[in-house]
């Protein structure tokens, strides 16, 4: 400072430095008490004060007694399945010890919930809404049911018999053509939900991220072995291929004598019948005037295609009730792999406990050219990542290889050509 009070250049600077330093100090601290304020505003009203997100006067425990004790129609369409068949899983379930009651949630209500999301595909958000629970609530009784499920589905997707139902034996279409036919394989597109880097090789014909899913059915539409684990973009020759060489897949062959039914994109070997190529197949191509057939291959073709057309409805069924299957959620590939599961195996109780079931009524009903058109159109909307369903053990051996041999394939060609030329001479002289 000079002589007459006036600071220098020096002290003017370092006057000014501490002013401003003072001035950012200040609002450092009213930040941070602003911050700590906030802090102390949200643990209030989130632990001191809550306020209650789920304030429905019905709870979940509520829901599922008044679908219990209402309409039957209200619990199947939003379970899907009949009152009776539901108190049966539930009673199942608890029986073999796969499931039990948990503190706040009783047995029925997590099978409700269960049943809610892959019956209408819905969010988990929206079910906590529903049965006043958490999402967190929600998501572990989800996926303790669904291991529940699968552990039952052991004992359900499995061949009981491989004697023909009644319907098969007593119709002069089949029999005594298909005497020696245990059941039907055919693969579907399941949709998937995969990683983007994975998306390429999954995506079927009209771009939509599937997964190829090989199953066997009986006929009475009961699926006996459900294998997965290819990519939408997979052919269906090749997972049966899989299957079958595979030892891990367990794959359960038909008895000596005895095949299955697969379409024309199959080999004819040993074990499996497919139709003539290059002859009219499906159903649609002999609708009409005139268009019966006209020769012991496409009469052949035709009888075929409407005995494995079983499988169709089951796929048709199987779809119509869990539409997760047609738009999976983001669910990791070992939660797809067993939502697939568990749709197959409740499939196969309701198919078991309720003969009289709506959906599965409405399939069988169904004449073959419906069925094509409604299952090839939901096929090419819909095309993975899953893993073996099937739990039962078979007779995987070399021997059962051995049924692939050139020898073989060429034994089950000419097994063919004997049915269609009998069946043929049959039905000329029924004609005459």
């Known amino acids: 400072m000079d002589i007459d009070g006036n600071l220098s250049n020096n002290e003017m600077h370092n006057f000014e430095g501490s002013t401003s330093s003072s001035e950012s100090s200040e609002e450092d601290f009213e930040l941070s008490k602003f911050m700590i304020i906030n802090m102390i505003c949200e643990y209030e009203s989130k632990f001191l004060n809550k306020i209650p997100v789920r304030t429905s006067a019905l709870t979940g425990r509520e829901f599922v007694n008044e679908l219990m004790q209402g309409s039957g129609t209200t619990c199947y369409e939003l379970l899907r399945m009949e009152r009776a068949c539901f108190i049966s899983l539930c009673n199942e379930l608890r029986t073999k010890g796969y499931l039990e009651d948990s503190r706040g949630v009783m047995l029925e209500e997590k099978v409700a919930m269960f049943l809610y999301i892959i019956g209408h595909n819905l969010r988990q958000r929206v079910v906590s809404d529903r049965f006043q629970h958490s999402t967190e609530t929600i998501s572990r009784h989800f996926k303790e049911v669904l291991r529940s499920v699968c552990q039952l589905g052991k004992e359900l997707i499995k061949q009981e018999t491989t004697e023909l139902p009644a319907h098969v034996r007593n119709n002069p279409m089949y029999y005594p053509w298909f005497k020696n036919c245990v059941g039907a394989i055919d693969g579907t597109h399941i949709s998937a939900w995969v990683s983007s880097e994975k998306q390429a090789s999954c995506r079927g014909r009209k771009t939509v ?224």
């Open 209 to 432: 991220v599937t997964q190829n899913v090989m199953c066997i059915c009986d006929f009475n539409m009961m699926f006996t072995y459900v294998y997965s684990g290819w990519e939408g973009s997979a052919h269906d020759a090749k997972v049966l291929l899989d299957a079958i060489t595979n030892p891990e897949a367990n794959f359960p062959w038909p008895p000596r004598g005895s095949f299955y039914l697969v379409d024309s994109g199959y080999s004819c070997t040993g074990g499996f019948l497919p139709p003539y190529r290059g002859e009219r197949y499906h159903a649609q191509e002999y609708q009409g005037r005139g268009r019966q057939a006209r020769n012991a291959k496409e009469l052949f073709n035709y009888r075929h295609s409407s005995l494995r057309m079983t499988i169709e409805r089951c796929f048709g069924v199987l779809k119509a009730r869990f539409p997760i299957l047609k738009l999976m959620p983001s669910y990791k590939p070992s939660r797809q792999r067993l939502i697939v599961v568990a749709c197959c195996a409740i499939h196969n109780y309701i198919r078991k406990w309720s003969r009289r079931d709506l959906l599965f009524t409405e399939w069988e009903n169904m004449n073959p050219a419906q069925v094509e058109e409604l299952t090839v159109n939901t096929n090419l909307e819909i095309q993975s990542l899953l893993g073996n369903a099937n739990v039962e053990s078979t007779n995987y051996n070399l021997d059962n290889l051995s049924r692939l041999s050139d020898q073989s394939a060429a034994e089950m060609s000419s097994y063919r050509d004997q049915i269609s030329t009998r069946m043929w001479l049959t039905h000329h002289n029924s004609m005459n």
